[in-house]
């Protein structure tokens, strides 16, 4: 009796899997058609998972398998080497860049392409030259001129000219400096790397021979709170005081003085 039982309700939960299966499908096939009972709840439902990269080509594969043609006319192609799928952040900030842009441009669909960082130059570089490049990509400095002086990118001078939020007051003057060949705009800043020197002001205010490195009060005397932004000159003046703070070994001449972790002094 009690295999009988299990049977039955084994059974009973098959049925349930196969009716749920076909009511989502039921859901997706009036979503994707615009018609049906359903259509309302379908389109919210298919809505938030297109929205989702994993499952954003099976919507869509759904609405051309149900005949209707996506009322997007426009399909905007962005690479980039984030992916939507490495973080919840990098998700969040993926659908909301689509959904703000898509609000402003109901006529154009994002469709974003994740490429592996290690062969995104190669793989660029092939599309670039092939039938179907990205419209936008995110690039590294270092690629993007070299794309450019191949004669791979479109110049951007008359979008930005119409686009005020492009234009070069919105930038850093460094942040321009690797996006244009003269008055020939090929990019747009996305993101700015920072590298800068820590230096600790206490080593340096303690040697007077550095104090030229200080900016001067209005009475003459060294302002210890800053060094100036000139304050080196080339990579041969920092080797220079970088030898100057350095503590050398008294037994053994030219070796830095090491501290009991084993780092320089």
């Keep these: ?55 954003r080509g099976v919507c869509r594969w759904i609405r051309r398998s149900a005949g209707r043609r996506d009322s997007r006319l426009i399909q905007l192609r962005v690479w980039d080497w984030w992916s939507p799928s490495t973080t919840e952040d990098y998700a969040r900030y993926f659908a909301e860049v689509e959904s703000v842009f898509e609000s402003r441009f109901p006529r154009v ?79 747009v800043p996305h993101i700015l790397d920072g590298s800068c020197l820590i230096w600790n002001l206490d080593m340096l205010r303690a040697d007077p021979n550095l104090h030229e490195m200080f900016p001067r009060s209005a009475d003459g005397t060294p302002d210890f709170r800053r060094i100036r932004f000139d304050a080196v000159r080339d990579w041969a003046h920092f080797r220079k005081i970088a030898k100057r703070l350095t503590k050398y070994d008294p037994a053994a001449p030219g070796r830095p003085l090491l501290d009991r972790n084993g780092d320089v002094v």
């Design 1 to 55: 009796m009690r295999s009988l039982r299990d049977r039955a309700r084994r059974a009973r939960l098959i049925l349930a899997a196969v009716a749920m299966v076909a009511c989502l499908g039921w859901v997706a096939v009036d979503a994707a058609t615009g018609r049906g009972m359903w259509s309302a709840v379908g389109r919210y439902a298919v809505g938030l998972l297109e929205r989702a990269g994993p499952t």
């Design 109 to 187: 669909d994002v469709v974003f392409q994740a490429v592996p960082f290690g062969n995104y130059e190669q793989k660029l570089a092939t599309a670039l030259l092939g039938d179907h490049p990205p419209d936008v990509f995110q690039s590294s400095v270092y690629w993007a001129e070299g794309f450019y002086n191949r004669g791979m990118l479109r110049e951007l001078n008359d979008l930005i000219a119409v686009t005020p939020e492009l234009g070069d007051d919105q930038f850093i003057p460094t942040a321009l400096h690797h996006t244009r060949r003269g008055s020939r705009v090929f990019g």
